[in-house]
């Protein structure tokens, strides 16, 4: 099954929600406001009082488990 990068990125904002407890967390996104930006996180994610950039890539490479 193949996804595009835009459903990575939501699969993995909900996996990350579903880790929480608050029904309140809401998880950050950042936003290219450039084409050329070259900042790499697309999620950040709040593990205790540490802040953890996530950033999500598509590509052929596949793993089995």
């Given at each position: 099954?193949?996804?595009?990068?835009?459903n990575?990125?939501?699969?993995?904002?909900?996996?990350?929600q579903?880790?929480?407890?608050?029904?309140?967390?809401?998880?950050?996104f950042?936003?290219?406001?450039?084409?050329?930006?070259?900042?790499?996180?697309?999620?950040?994610?709040?593990?205790?009082k540490?802040?953890?950039?996530?950033?999500?890539?598509?590509g052929?490479v596949?793993?089995s488990e």
């Open positions: 099954m193949r996804y595009s990068i835009s990575l990125r939501y699969i993995s904002a909900q996996q990350f579903a880790q929480k407890q608050s029904p309140l967390y809401k998880p950050l950042r936003v290219r406001e450039k084409a050329n930006s070259n900042a790499e996180a697309d999620l950040i994610y709040q593990y205790n540490l802040i953890v950039p996530v950033e999500v890539k598509a052929s596949r793993t």
